[in-house]
């Protein structure tokens, strides 16, 4: 690291100037349904005395929380502390479950593709009661919180509602419709017996080349903030929600060198380009442009956890080239969080967020060191997402706070933050959930919920001589990989990390709404358009991306060699070649063509626009691809706007609204109605 002579301008005195800063309500959630607990432990009478009748002042729900967390806090001995600090993963428990009792976790978590075998509600909520019956069986009888990454509905769950990825319901422009979402996706996260979700993202995509565009609702800040009503909706439905990722993840420079690299790397070597990256920015523009919808989030929201991205934050006021971890961040997430904005809620890390802050003492090591935990936790970071090695950090973190490099006061700041946010959803009243809400899980009302939250995502870039709305009755010619593929559709985070090409969930593909919607249309499909097109009306073209997360969607990044074989293709902004062909082949050939465009960001394909006589983007659906159709005959008009710029060409990327020589092909905000 290089020394540098400016001074710091702290970020809090900007913020004043720049931002409101104001108090997080606390106020108390809604009750969570299930069984009440009615061992010993459960009910805390093997506690000790205290309150009425020698119940414990902490089981006693009449009082006040913060009386309740304090009666517990002052109970519990610094193992107990430190063990609720920790969260593991459940595999790595799933095996031998009296470790959470033995090691006294505060909580546990599901990764993406994490699933209990069967994949069903039912096993989902036996799973997570069972976890929770051991930890009712330590001293104190503290439940567990489980959590889960249900960013798009319960995607982790077989037969859950996807919902359009958060791009597309940043195009709806409807902060009630997400309102409705969130409540719909808490149901059914709930039903399953799970009080805790990792989302909303409120990251601001400034660059269409990150692998996680499409977890952004917009890229613009203001519009991100209005679409954390997302919160609300999960509180109304007694889930925790989780704002994420804190903050700068969407604003990450884009690395160029390793992009080159990657070219001649096997797929194990190849390194992400954009994702995981550094923002370069000054305090001020920091403010404004990342950090403003988290500030939104708070004022008008109850929110009780945030989550710190895994990028790091490089102010140019003191020079560049020394950047912080956002998880070793003590200025953003204790002065300006905890402090400037009063947040009283905790702050989770992310999947093995500790491992990646440098250690000077062991740069080559990893994993997790004893440097890493107590640079975290002194940070600012009150829980730890450490998946397979939880008892590894607890061992760290005592050892840290018993030589006095780590303080007991900080210890207890952290534990205060997450038993409170443990008794606000009625964890302590109701720790096991019960089966009578499973039939929550994909409802129909659900499913028509995401079904018109699809027709209100859809975006109409062009519609030439009226092609659409299509006539009911009309000689259909379907083309293209996505228009029968509900892997495609969903991307991402769908039962597994990575999402799949393929039949991988129920639901209904573009090609299905289309016959479901006009069930007097004559349909002729072909994927790659080597069917006959004789005698055709209008053709309906569907192309795009399939599914990938994170550094493995970044344009550059590295190949996921796991992943289903369409996943495997080079990550692009351009149309991918094969698509390209059959949007030549089928426009070619049928008067009248409609391409539609399932990604997770826009696709340059303006010299191929001239052939289209409609193009509608229509982002990642989810698994209601009737709600496409909807708009398509007409049903429903097209009313969604670009919350992205679609550029002209990939040299203009990165391009926002507000940038100098703004030539996109469509505009942010752009977007044809019909009706």
């Known amino acids: 690291m290089r020394s540098h002579s400016r001074p710091r301008t702290p970020l809090i005195t900007l913020l004043t100037g720049l931002l409101v800063v104001s108090l997080l309500p606390s106020g108390s959630a809604s009750a969570a349904p299930g069984e009440a607990a009615d061992s010993a432990a459960a009910t805390g009478t093997a ?67 994490s699933l209990p075998t069967p994949n069903t509600p039912e096993a989902w909520l036996s799973m997570v009661n069972n976890f929770q019956r051991q930890a009712l069986t330590t001293r104190l009888g503290i439940p567990i919180i489980y959590g889960v990454d249900a960013v798009h509905g319960h995607n982790n769950v077989y037969g859950a509602t996807v919902f359009p990825h958060n791009i597309g319901l940043g195009a709806t422009r409807n902060p009630r419709l997400v309102r409705e979402i969130g409540k719909a996706t808490g149901e059914e996260v709930k039903a399953t017996g799970i009080p805790w979700n990792f989302a909303p993202c409120l990251c601001v995509s400034r660059d269409e080349r990150w692998g996680r565009a499409y977890e952004a609702f917009s890229e613009e800040p203001g519009l991100v903030g209005e679409m954390s009503s997302y919160v609300d909706g999960l509180r ?26 990657n070219e001649s790397l096997p797929p194990g070597s190849q390194r992400y380009t954009i994702d995981q990256g550094v923002t370069v920015t000054t305090r001020a523009e920091f403010a404004r442009t990342n950090l403003a919808p988290f500030w ?58 500790l491992h990646q802050i440098p250690d000077p003492d062991e740069p080559t090591v990893a994993g997790l060191t004893a440097h890493k935990v107590r640079t975290a936790v002194n940070a600012g970071i009150d829980m730890a997402m450490v998946p397979n090695n939880a008892k590894l950090f607890i061992d760290l ?74 006539r009911s009755d009309a000689k ?98 351009s149309l991918q070649p094969g698509d390209r062909a059959v949007v030549d082949k089928v426009c070619g050939a049928i008067d009248t063509c409609v391409v539609l465009v399932v990604s997770g960001r826009p696709q340059v394909l303006t010299d191929q626009l001239g052939q289209m006589d409609a193009l509608v983007a229509s982002w990642l659906p989810g698994s209601e691809g009737a709600g496409v159709a909807d708009v398509l005959f007409g049903r429903r008009p097209f009313t969604g706007r670009l919350s992205v710029t679609w550029p002209r060409s990939e040299a203009q990327v990165p391009i926002n609204i507000g940038d100098r020589n703004y030539r996109p092909l469509f505009p942010y905000g752009y977007g044809l109605r019909t009706r």
């Open 296 to 353: 939104t989030a708070l004022r008008r929201h109850d929110v009780d956890s945030v989550m710190p991205s895994f990028s790091s934050v490089d102010w140019i006021e003191d020079g560049v080239g020394n950047p912080v971890k956002m998880h070793a961040h003590k200025e953003l997430l204790t002065d300006v969080l905890k402090g400037a904005q009063r947040f009283e809620g905790f702050v989770v890390s992310d999947w093995e967020g």
């Open 47 to 113: 506690a000790g005395s205290g309150g009425h009748g020698g119940r414990p002042d902490y089981r006693n729900p009449r009082l006040p929380i913060d009386r309740r967390v304090a009666d517990l806090l002052g109970r519990m001995t610094l193992e107990e502390k430190v063990g609720q600090m920790a969260q593991a993963e459940r595999a790595a428990v799933d095996a031998d479950p009296t470790l959470v009792a033995e090691w006294n976790l505060g909580s546990l978590l599901s990764g993406g593709g």
């Open 397 to 470: 973190l005592l050892a840290e706070v018993r030589a006095g490099r780590v303080s007991q006061a900080r210890i207890d700041d952290a534990v205060r933050r997450i038993l409170r946010a443990k008794f606000e959803i009625g964890l302590f009243e109701r720790p096991y959930a019960s089966a009578d809400d499973l039939d929550e899980v994909g409802s129909r009302e659900h499913r028509a919920l995401a079904r018109r939250a699809v027709a209100e995502s859809q975006v109409l870039l062009k519609n030439s001589n009226r092609a659409l709305p299509l």
């Open 476 to 573: 259909i010619y379907v083309a293209g990989r996505n228009a029968d593929d509900i892997g495609n559709q969903s991307g991402g985070w769908t039962i597994t990390w990575q999402g799949a090409s393929g039949d991988i969930i129920p639901g209904t593909t573009i090609l299905e709404g289309i016959r479901e919607v006009a069930p007097r249309a004559k349909v002729t499909y072909s994927a790659d358009g080597s069917a006959p097109t004789a005698g055709s009306d209008v053709a309906v073209v569907v192309v795009g991306e399939t599914p990938y997360t994170e550094g493995f969607g970044d344009v550059g990044g590295p190949e996921c060699g796991w992943c289903s074989t369409p996943q495997q293709e080079e990550k692009s902004l």
């Open 236 to 261: 109304d439905a007694g889930v925790l929600a989780t704002i994420k990722h804190y903050a700068g993840d969407g604003d990450t420079v884009y690395d160029q060198a390793t992009a080159d690299a």
